[in-house]
């Protein structure tokens, strides 16, 4: 069964507007989240990570927000470029260890 | 660094034929992951080593898949018979010490 739930499978989104993209989980023991981005071709690269006793964490135009009580987090892509158009997954393991993915979000960004 | 490498890129294989996959990990690292990527089931992990030594292969999907990894600078995954349902993008990935894990490019494998 898929440990992480993802959404949505895909979106598109102008130049410079802001993707959303969001996950959720049930298992509780569960203390370090990273999001990965994949380019076609290409294997899955980290681009952020978060663990559950921070609630925001920014890197550049990526942000990841995190709610413990609600089992969610998502990733936040602020002034969205082409050159994100990309596949992200959200992730989520014990201690950084064995990773459970979710089911990949397809960004598009139009120019 | 050169990062991960895996080889071949791409294979193309008749059903019941042997397939085996490489992979090199970032020196160093000691920890290795074995993944599966398809459009129906995603991102699944199949095993992973910690110092060479086979951790959790729970993901392996049946015994016709076989992994190892005989010393820190070389994994093998191996499938026998291949069958059409293993065709699929295999990576590997390694990591030291815990969370970030370093992908390789992967193995596009089609079972004919």
């Known amino acids: 069964q898929q440990q992480v739930k993802q959404s949505p499978q895909s979106l598109i989104v102008q130049k410079g507007g802001i993707s959303i993209i969001n996950c959720a989980y049930e298992?509780?023991?569960?203390?370090?989240f990273p999001w990965y981005q994949q380019f076609p071709g290409k294997g899955p690269a980290l681009l952020i990570a978060i663990r559950p006793d921070v609630s925001e964490k920014k890197e550049g135009r990526f942000t990841i927000s995190f709610n413990k009580s609600a089992k969610q987090f998502s990733l936040h892509i602020m002034d969205s470029q082409p050159g994100d158009s990309a596949t992200y997954f959200c992730?989520?393991?014990?201690?950084?260890?064995?990773?459970?993915f979710g089911a990949g979000t397809t960004v598009t960004v139009r120019a | 660094d050169a990062g991960v490498i895996q080889s071949p890129r791409h294979e193309v294989t008749e059903m019941g034929q042997e397939v085996t996959l490489r992979c090199k990990p970032i020196s160093g690292h000691d920890y290795l992951f074995w993944y599966r990527q398809t459009m129906m089931r995603g991102l699944e992990l199949l095993i992973y080593?910690?110092?060479?030594?086979?951790?959790?292969d729970s993901g392996m999907p049946e015994d016709r898949f076989s992994a190892k990894m005989p010393n820190a600078s070389f994994s093998t995954l191996k499938i026998q018979p291949s069958e059409p349902r293993d065709s699929a993008v295999y990576f590997c990935a390694s990591r030291q010490g815990p969370e970030t894990q370093y992908f390789g490019p992967g193995t596009r494998l089609l079972v004919l």
């Open positions: 992730a989520a393991s014990i201690s950084g260890y064995k990773l459970s």
């Open positions: 298992n509780t023991a569960f203390d370090y």
């Open positions: 080593f910690n110092n060479n030594v086979p951790i959790d």
